[in-house]
């Protein structure tokens, strides 16, 4: 019986180890990010009426307005929004291209939120993590995250948005329109190109 115990606590402290080393790893400094697999969708260049967009999740529609709450209790709706740039990201905390995106999103806004016009909303899949607000807090402080990250604790808003795979990216025109869906990571230099594109 002690030694099932010992045997127990051992496996607890090596777990726990790992996850403070992997923490430490990470946080220093962003990882490259593999980007061979990202899929962009571009707009085919058009100029669109905004009064006769779509709503909807494809290139020149108006996205579905949500409105969530972050972990400040803040409300935060899409819609408010319009008038700036918007990177329109869905993650969790599991997701280990999400881990791998996420300091290169928090230099990213950090160096250009204010000349670029541009707004992260990072949306929490918080439905589909195993402790809920308490892992999406402890991301947040390990990666001193900045940005807004609204909670989709029932999962209507990623199931709405198809971020069936995650991390998955909307970027949003001044106007409200989508420009662009990206599917997978995305490091700072291919954040800049998209939003740099944005009308």
Known sequence: MNKKVIGYVIAALVIGSMVVIMINNTVKKPEPVDTSGVIVDKQDGG?????????????????????????????????????????LNFWATWCPPCKAEMPHMENYYNNNKDKENVEILAVNLTNS?????????????????????????????????????????????????IAHKIVGPMDEAIMEQLVQDLD
């Open 129 to 177: 993590e195993n402790q809920g607000e308490k892992a999406v807090q402890s991301f947040i402080d390990a990666y001193n995250i900045t940005f807004p990250i609204p909670l989709d604790e029932q999962g209507i808003v990623g199931e709405t948005y198809q971020a069936f795979q995650i991390p998955t990216t909307y970027m949003l025109n001044t106007d409200g329109t």
């Open 47 to 87: 100029s669109s009426d905004v009064s006769e967009a779509q709503i909807g999740i494809e290139q020149g529609n108006l996205p579905p307005d949500f409105e969530l709450t972050t972990l400040a209790g803040e409300q935060v709706k899409l819609s408010e929004l319009k008038g700036k740039k918007v990177v």
